[in-house]
């Protein structure tokens, strides 16, 4: 008999489905029994504030949650603190004038290295805000209006100072490549609420000055199962490449193909035990479900007209717009993590012209998914993140009215909504010029830590075993929790 025949007769296919437990078609199944039977889903939650009933880890939560999901609104490039959240008024006074030695001997400098240091002062004026009074550059003029929902963390720093190893420092919490992406680890955590959509979406943007490409292992999933990767979501047309079916090919047609091929993958895994056939099976049951959510989730004529317009979009069009849109309704889905990238703030030049059009894409976009997700009361379990890699230098590099600003990491700004988070404040600070984090230095490592502590994980105990180490998103360095900033 044929091996396939011969394995058919011993597995049918509710019993596949029983055994497959890292198969999605179990949970799929497993979803909808819960979604029928309450007390179905009731049994599968944790001890500690209700572990996701759609995969992660059994003994996680390690405590109850204030947030269920992320939004990493991720500003590619790095935008200048100077010009944003941190206002410095004797960097303004020193304007044109040598940069004091004594904040810039022996440290690391990229392009400035060897040259001549002049301080540039701010180039937007800053206004305060809102009940709390948060100062705001006046080219951010709608995220000012949420001033009160904000708190600016205006102590990061961060340990590279070139692009690429500085977003892997900011998205694996290490420049040593291959390490599992922040958004994978929350996966691997807590799974998933969603049985149709991928756990962990990635959405991409450009404009600005030099729109550097980003290296899709900034969203892999290193050492943890494969199905844990960031998977990217095109911002126009078909959200997901190859998802349609070819001419000629059915539904009926395309469930047999994918049956089989789980037959075969079973078949192996029986014998090898391989977690890489697990993930393919899983994948193959999420891309058929996938087939039925993504049409609904990419057409945003459901939208009413004044969202559209507070979003400043009228569809998918692969604007920043769209994809903060995009990332609302995501999010209302149950996907656990979803990551913006806006590539365009590398302003080595031209710093008041580019400033202007990055600020233009982003500003209200980002504004309007804060207020849109705290009309609906989803803020305050979501918790939303902005900011790029690194901040600029206080030093001006080119020369008149072409001036920019090199990359810095020694002191820059970012700041965090919902989720746990109390609004209407500013944490830390950096010294007068904005070279050094003085008050509550905050390293990447610490933004990790107080992310996970908002979605119910202790960091510390947050492992995963990995040639012979149990390896943490935190790393071995010390990381902390920003207690004061929480609600």
């Known amino acids: 008999m044929h091996p396939i025949e011969a394995h058919r007769l011993r597995c ?11 198969s999605l078609g179990s949970a799929a199944l497993a979803t909808l029994l819960g979604r029928a039977n309450p007390a179905v889903a009731s049994d599968r939650e944790g001890t500690a504030g209700g572990a996701d009933r759609f995969g992660g880890l059994p003994r996680l939560p390690h405590f109850a949650p204030r947030a269920k999901r992320v939004i990493f609104l991720y500003m590619a490039g790095g935008p200048s603190h100077l010009e944003t959240f941190d206002f410095k008024p004797e960097l303004a006074r020193m304007d044109g004038r040598p940069m004091p030695e004594s904040f ?23 206004r305060r805000h809102g009940e709390s009074g948060l100062e705001v550059a006046e080219c951010l003029p709608e995220i000012a209006k949420i001033a009160d929902d904000l708190c600016i963390v205006r102590s990061m720093y961060t340990d590279q100072i070139n692009h690429d190893p500085a977003h892997t420092v900011m998205n694996t919490g290490t420049s040593i490549s291959g390490r599992p992406s922040m958004g994978s680890w929350v996966t691997y955590g807590l799974g998933n609420e969603a049985d149709d959509l991928p756990g962990f979406v990635v959405l991409t943007s450009e404009g600005g000055r ?36 070819p001419p000629g090919v059915d539904r009926a047609g ?31 049951e999420l891309a058929s479900r996938m087939q039925l959510s993504i049409p609904e989730l990419a057409d945003f004529r459901d939208e009413p007209e004044h969202v559209l317009r507070s979003y400043g979009t009228g569809g998918a069009d692969g604007s920043f717009a769209a994809n903060c849109l ?45 207020a849109d997700l705290k009309q609906r009361g989803m803020l305050d379990d979501t918790l939303v993140i902005w900011g790029g890699e690194f901040g600029r230098t206080p030093m001006f590099q080119g020369k008149g009215q072409d001036a920019g600003r090199d990359h810095h990491i020694k002191g820059f700004s970012m700041f965090l909504a919902g989720g746990g988070i109390r609004g209407g404040q500013t944490f830390g600070a950096t010294d007068e010029l904005g070279y050094h984090a003085v008050e509550q230095p905050t390293h990447v490592r610490d933004l990790h830590a107080t992310m996970l502590h ?34």
Not at 12 to 22: I, V, W
Not at 218 to 227: A, D, E, I, T, Y
Not at 254 to 280: F, K
Request: with cysteine; hydrophobic share 35%; aromatic share 8%.
């Open 254 to 284: 395309q469930r047999a193909l994918i049956d089989t091929v789980n037959e075969l993958n079973t078949l192996g895994n029986e014998r090898w035990h391989d977690p890489e056939l697990e993930t393919r099976i899983a994948q193959y």
């Open 326 to 370: 995009m990332a609302r309704r995501l999010a209302e889905r149950g996907v656990r993590f979803i990551q913006l990238y806006h590539r365009g703030w590398d302003h080595h030049g031209d710093l008041v012209r580019y400033m202007d059009t990055c600020c233009r894409l982003c500003d209200g976009p980002s504004a309007a998914l804060i």
């Open 210 to 245: 030099n729109p550097q490409p980003i290296s899709s292992r900034q969203w892999g999933s290193g050492f943890l199962p494969g199905k844990h990767q960031g998977v990217q979501f095109n911002s126009v047309g078909s959200p997901v490449h190859y998802l349609e079916n």
């Open 454 to 487: 908002l979605l119910g994980i202790d960091h510390e105990r947050f492992t995963h075993k990995f040639q012979g180490l149990d390896m943490k998103l935190t790393g071995v360095e010390d990381a902390r929790v920003l207690t004061e900033i929480l609600s």
């Open 104 to 126: 810039t001997a022996g440290q690391p400098i990229a392009q400035l290295q060897g040259q001549e240091l002049k301080c540039l002062g701010p180039r937007f004026r800053f």
């Open 12 to 22: 049918s296919r509710r019993a596949f489905l029983g055994r497959s437990s890292m």
